[in-house]
C-alpha cells in the first residue's frame, strides 16, 4: 500500500472519529469521564489497528469544532446514547465521505463503527472502521494527541 496513503488515511480516521465526536456536543461539555483516553481503530485499509490516547476534557472537547479541516463538511446529530456524524472530505489527491456511529456506553467507554468510501487515483473503495475508546485516566499527558505538543511527534 501507498505510505503517503497510509499516513493520511491513520490521520483521517483518527480525527473523523475525534472530530464527530467533538463537534457534536462542544456546548454540553464532554460527556463521559474526562481524562486519558485510548483510541484503538481497526480497518481493512491498513494492516494493524492504530492505537491513539486522546485528552478529552470540556476544554478539548469544545475546541474540536476548530479543528474541522476546510476541505472537510460534516453533519452532526446528537442523542444522550450517542452521535451520528455524516462527513465529506474533498482533497487536492482523494476524497473521503461516510458515515459515523459513536455510542456511549457507561461513562468510561465508546464505541464507534464507521463506514469510509475513499477515492483516489480514479479507483473508488470503501472500508468499516470499528473504534473502541477507554477511559485510562484522569491525567493528561504529552503522549495525548491533542495536548503532544508540535514537532515532538
Given at each position: 500500500?501507498?505510505?503517503?496513503?497510509?499516513?493520511?488515511?491513520?490521520?483521517?480516521a483518527?480525527?473523523?472519529?475525534?472530530?464527530?465526536?467533538?463537534?457534536?456536543v462542544?456546548?454540553?461539555?464532554?460527556p463521559?469521564r474526562?481524562?486519558?483516553?485510548?483510541?484503538?481503530?481497526?480497518?481493512?485499509?491498513?494492516?494493524?489497528?492504530?492505537?491513539d490516547?486522546?485528552?478529552?476534557?470540556?476544554e478539548?472537547?469544545?475546541?474540536?469544532?476548530?479543528?474541522?479541516?476546510d476541505?472537510?463538511?460534516?453533519q452532526?446529530?446528537?442523542?444522550?446514547?450517542?452521535?451520528?456524524?455524516?462527513?465529506?472530505?474533498?482533497?487536492?489527491?482523494?476524497?473521503?465521505?461516510g458515515?459515523?456511529?459513536?455510542?456511549?456506553d457507561?461513562?468510561?467507554?465508546?464505541?464507534?463503527?464507521?463506514?469510509?468510501t475513499?477515492?483516489m487515483?480514479?479507483k473508488?473503495?470503501?472500508?468499516?472502521?470499528t473504534?473502541d475508546?477507554?477511559w485510562?485516566?484522569?491525567?493528561?499527558?504529552?503522549?495525548?494527541v491533542?495536548?503532544?505538543?508540535?514537532?515532538?511527534?
Amino acid at each position: 500500500m501507498n505510505p503517503a496513503f497510509t499516513r493520511v488515511w491513520r490521520v483521517a480516521a483518527g480525527a473523523l472519529v475525534f472530530l464527530a465526536a467533538g463537534a457534536g456536543v462542544a456546548q454540553q461539555g464532554f460527556p463521559e469521564r474526562p481524562g486519558d483516553w485510548e483510541f484503538t481503530s481497526k480497518t481493512d485499509a491498513l494492516p494493524e489497528p492504530m492505537v491513539d490516547h486522546f485528552c478529552l476534557t470540556n476544554e478539548t472537547w469544545a475546541k474540536a469544532l476548530t479543528q474541522v479541516p476546510d476541505f472537510c463538511k460534516i453533519q452532526i446529530s446528537v442523542t444522550s446514547k450517542g452521535i451520528h456524524c455524516t462527513m465529506d472530505c474533498d482533497m487536492k489527491t482523494f476524497q473521503m465521505k461516510g458515515p459515523t456511529d459513536i455510542a456511549f456506553d457507561g461513562l468510561e467507554h465508546m464505541t464507534g463503527k464507521a463506514t469510509i468510501t475513499t477515492t483516489m487515483g480514479g479507483k473508488t473503495t470503501t472500508s468499516v472502521v470499528t473504534t473502541d475508546y477507554r477511559w485510562k485516566g484522569a491525567a493528561c499527558t504529552d503522549a495525548d494527541v491533542n495536548t503532544k505538543k508540535k514537532g515532538g511527534g
